[in-house]
Each structure stands twice: as structure tokens, then as C-alpha cells.
């Protein structure tokens, strides 16, 4: 990845961070929601991180070793059912972070986040079917089954 981008990304999620806390902060002392998600977001945050670092480990094994630049088609995990699973998961993580904090801004990051990395779902698709032949048709971009 370049750098350039590599900052970019980083600076993001830096900033949606920052942003998060001080909105947490702004939010003490307004009446608690009537039902507490936190719980249920913790659970549904650990379970998109876990399939997030585990597809990003599966990529990684991508070129082990080293030798080999080219591009290959990722295997294993949820890459056999859609093109992007460590882009799912990552959503999955950002609406458990939003359950967690029950701000109307973390919803919207979370809404932002997923709108993005599924527009970066479609196109990575896009590109894995036109650079490879044997790319199977039935690996969806980021929904199992559905898209």
C-alpha cells in the first residue's frame, strides 16, 4: 500500500476515533437510552474484529515467502463466498462500536463507513473478475449470497 494512502486511512479512523470520545464526552450528563445496547455491541464489535484480523492473516499468507509479487485469488474463510470478508467484518465491527456508544454519531460513522467499503467491495470485485478468468461468479463483493 503507499504510504500516501497508508496516512490517509490512518488519519481517518485517527480522526473518527478523536471524534467519538469527544462526542462521549459531550453526551454525559443527557438521559441514559432506554434499553442498554453495550453488551450486545461489545459481542458484536469482538465478533467483526476477529473476522476482520482473520481474513487480513489469510491475505497476508497471500505472499508469504516473499518470492512471489503477482496477484492470486484469496482462499479460505468467507473469501469463497465474497470478495471482501475482512470489508464485512469491519463493518460489523464499526455497528457494534455504534451500539456501544449509542450516539447518533457513531451510527453515522458506522452508516459512512459501510456505505465506502462497500463501494471498495464492488470495485475490488470488478477488478478480481476482470483480471482473472477462473474467478467464480458466485463470490458476491462484501454479502454472502446477496451482493
Given at each position: 500500500?503507499?504510504?500516501?494512502?497508508?496516512?490517509?486511512?490512518?488519519?481517518?479512523?485517527?480522526?473518527?476515533?478523536?471524534?467519538?470520545?469527544?462526542?462521549?464526552?459531550?453526551?454525559?450528563?443527557?438521559?441514559?437510552?432506554?434499553?442498554?445496547?453495550?453488551?450486545?455491541?461489545v459481542l458484536v464489535f469482538a465478533v467483526g474484529a476477529a473476522?476482520?484480523?482473520y481474513h487480513h492473516l489469510l491475505l497476508s499468507r497471500l505472499?508469504?515467502?516473499?518470492?512471489?509479487?503477482?496477484?492470486?485469488?484469496?482462499?479460505?474463510?468467507?473469501?469463497?463466498?465474497?470478495?471482501?470478508?475482512?470489508?464485512?467484518?469491519?463493518?460489523?465491527?464499526f455497528f457494534g462500536f455504534a451500539m456501544i456508544s449509542q450516539?447518533?454519531?457513531?451510527?453515522?460513522?458506522?452508516?459512512?463507513?459501510?456505505?465506502?467499503?462497500?463501494?471498495?467491495?464492488?470495485?475490488?470485485?470488478?477488478?478480481?473478475?476482470?483480471?482473472?478468468?477462473?474467478?467464480?461468479?458466485?463470490?458476491?463483493?462484501?454479502?454472502?449470497?446477496?451482493?
Amino acid at each position: 500500500m503507499p504510504l500516501g494512502t497508508a496516512l490517509l486511512i490512518s488519519s481517518c479512523y485517527l480522526f473518527s476515533g478523536v471524534a467519538m470520545i469527544y462526542v462521549q464526552h459531550l453526551s454525559r450528563g443527557l438521559p441514559e437510552p432506554a434499553v442498554d445496547l453495550l453488551y450486545p455491541g461489545v459481542l458484536v464489535f469482538a465478533v467483526g474484529a476477529a473476522g476482520n484480523f482473520y481474513h487480513h492473516l489469510l491475505l497476508s499468507r497471500l505472499r508469504a515467502g516473499g518470492g512471489d509479487k503477482g496477484y492470486k485469488i484469496p482462499r479460505g474463510g468467507l473469501f469463497e463466498l465474497v470478495a471482501c470478508p475482512h470489508y464485512l467484518f469491519e463493518i460489523v465491527a464499526f455497528f457494534g462500536f455504534a451500539m456501544i456508544s449509542q450516539t447518533v454519531f457513531a451510527l453515522v460513522v458506522a452508516v459512512g463507513s459501510a456505505a465506502y467499503l462497500a463501494g471498495r467491495s464492488s470495485a475490488t470485485r470488478k477488478w478480481y473478475a476482470s483480471k482473472f478468468e477462473e474467478f467464480p461468479a458466485r463470490v458476491k463483493a462484501l454479502v454472502p449470497y446477496v451482493w
